[in-house]
């Protein structure tokens, strides 16, 4: 029986104990106990899960605040999971399912799972560089007066040493050191090993001073209290052990005492005799795993002594697979307790065979109340967040006048004369670019409401008064983050943004511009974003070959279709700025509505004569993702499908070929991305027994299924080819489907089948093959 609890360091030291147990447990029965009816691999990282106990109890049950927001590492979630089943915020059923469907997730799930997740993780590297966004999203808020300085907190990230590897990681923390982030913590479970290998040695010697050039405090956490004791006492010993390698290390764990005592004998002789006398195999094994991330005097010390809000990453060594039967083992990432190993284990951790879901398990009656009474005094997140909508008043947003423009250009003055308004719309908007502020027309809004800076800064030019067309002054009320050239710290920032309202109870509108085919520069920050739920809109400009001269690597072809797979994002590419202005308000709406989602608009550099309109019977099918320019005649042979900016031929060669084909349709797409779902979605219905058409069959219907489509888009040809498939119509798509050059738009439509020429070829293909 466990002594009675006195301190609060044993009642620590217990629960540490029973989240080694559960999490195990946890992926073993999924692997092992609960039937698997398709044969797949179901998988878990115990290894993994044991290597962090110790520092996430420390954390939950020690160091966090009410106001403190977590990012686990991937591999680390069935601790989180036992964590809030010790809390009583996760279930025994949920636990049981992990893995399976509606159970507790593979990896920590701000949407999917049941418990209180701050992030999401699982692409790595993105939940670490968030929670510098975060705090910086943090800073804004309090800045601006709309967040009370008491409740703000601390961000902490739990990060795989392999985790490292990711490039992301130092591109956020480059930004971080910009723009003076604080109040960070990132400790790095420091085991030495990554999925296939161990870690190279030679990087060790360079995170702390990669860190500390960025301005963070670095502490290291090698050894624990019971084994520096013993180095100390030992000199010879101590630098034989800063010695070994990584892979030696963990071979030594694996291996145990007896190879611990082999191998110092050879290394040291008779040096180390006195010493290896006064300690057994079994002492030796238990000495060398006191390692500072296992040992919670040392960790609890750690989180104390950092209560400022420098940031401090903190290196907490650790061995892969601790207290497990492969602790060490190089090919220890994936790997499982087998029945046998399991049972030998748990008869060691004196759990009861039939009691393993038990949360406080083998603690006995005399030790349970200081347990009990720790739990309690950590119950700050017991129930998930309420999110926070409907904060946000969103007038009717007119579009600008003239007429030509380009969407583009319609942007900004749309987001000035917001700007100019003021009102709780756009006092809510935070805006971001990486470096192409003024290229992608925000320079405007930013004259209007200046650069945000903690710290503010002189506008050099303007004190000295040069002239620009810049007035950017930086202080504490501006409201556009400037950011470096690096998409993946663009969509981090719009997820802190976009994150905002669930983070802090205060709901923002992020705007981000960047360049369209930038856009697959951080498109796993861009999923990532999504996959939280966050909310935001995303301005992407210039786009296509339409760019003209700037050439091949700046004309982009397949954002439409990366839109079009892409879950929790709404795509739209206007053709004129009444389209943007309807969907510019629908956006805002989106992203204060709990059934919303985020928005991203193509635009483009290209004026275009801007449409009359009889009335507003437009706005509604093209917020729905396309509607009739030019209305079709009943029992039409054909229809042009347009898309954006390349309206304008399609509109020419509708005037020219009207008159030779009667009942001639133009149907202007705005968002195939919706036009794609309601299909789907219809088709689902009717699966159901529910008969509704979709908005693209309505639309079709309206001429023949026998009659031919053109499709034109400045993007991959894909992106509206499909269309033929919705009621069976014959296609001829025209689009991009090779890389763009230099050019000016008459030289380049005519090589890439853009314009009239090829319309009207498309067309009488079309009405040869119906012939």
Known sequence: MLK???????????????????????????????????????????????????????????????????????HAGPVLHAIHYLLGTQSREALENFRGFGGAQSYPSRTKDKIPVDFSTGSVGLGVAITTFSSLIQDYLTARGMMDEADRGRFVALVGDAELDEGNIYEALIEGAKHDVRNLWWILDYNRQSLDATSADRMFERFDEIFRSCGWRVVELRYGKRLKAALDAHPKLKTWFDGLGNAELSALHYQGGAALRKRIEADLGMSASAFLKANDDAALASLFSDLGGHC??????????????????????????????FAGHKDNHAGLMNPTQMAAWREAMGVTEGREWEPLESVGDNTRPGVEAMIERSRFAREKRQRAFGQIEVPTIPAPSGEEQSTQAAFGRILLEIAKAGGTLAERIVTTSPDVTVSTNLGAWVNQRGLFRREGIDDIFAREKIASAQKWSSAKKGQHIELGIAENNLFLMLAAAGLAGDQFGTRLV?????????????????????????RFLLVATPSGITLGPEGGAHQSINPPLIALGQPGLRHYEPAYADEL????????????????????????????????????????????????????????????????????????????????????????????????????????????GERQASHIEQLLSRIGRNAGLVTIADAAPASLSWLGGVLGQRVAPLGVDRFGQTGNLSDLYASYRLDGAAITEAVAEILLQNG
Not at 510 to 526: C, S
Not at 586 to 593: G, P, W
């Open 296 to 325: 919670m005097e040392s960790l609890v010390e750690a989180f104390d002594a950092a209560q400022d809000d420098v940031p401090t990453l903190f290196i907490a060594w650790t061995i892969k697979g601790n207290g497990l039967p």
């Open 4 to 74: 009675p609890v006195t301190t609060d360091i044993e009642a620590l030291k217990i629960l540490d104990e029973r989240l080694r147990w559960l999490s195990a447990w946890t992926i073993h029965h999924a692997n092992h106990i609960r039937e698997n009816s398709d044969g797949l691999k179901v998988g878990g990282h115990q290894a993994s899960c044991a290597s962090m106990t110790a520092i996430m109890t420390a954390l939950y049950f020690h160091a966090l605040g009410p106001n403190d927001r977590v990012a686990v590492k991937p």
């Open 581 to 688: 202005a309807a969907m510019m308000e629908l956006a805002f709406r989106l992203i204060d509505d709990p059934a919303g989602e985020s928005t991203y608009l193509r635009l483009s550099t290209r004026s275009v004569q801007q449409i009359e309109r009889q009335d507003d019977g437009w706005r509604d099918d093209a917020l729905k993702g396309a509607y009739w320019l030019r209305e079709p005649g009943a029992g039409s042979e054909a229809a042009i499908v347009a898309m954006g900016t390349v309206m304008p031929e399609a509109l020419a060669a509708w005037e020219e070929l009207r008159e030779d084909i009667p009942g001639l349709g133009l149907l202007s797409v705005t968002s195939p991305d919706l036009l794609h779902r309601g299909w789907t979605a219809a088709q689902a219905a009717r699966w159901a």
């Open 510 to 534: 992020p705007i981000g511009t960047l360049y369209d085919p930038f856009i697959a520069r951080g498109l796993d920050a861009l999923n990532y974003a999504c996959y939280q739920d966050a």
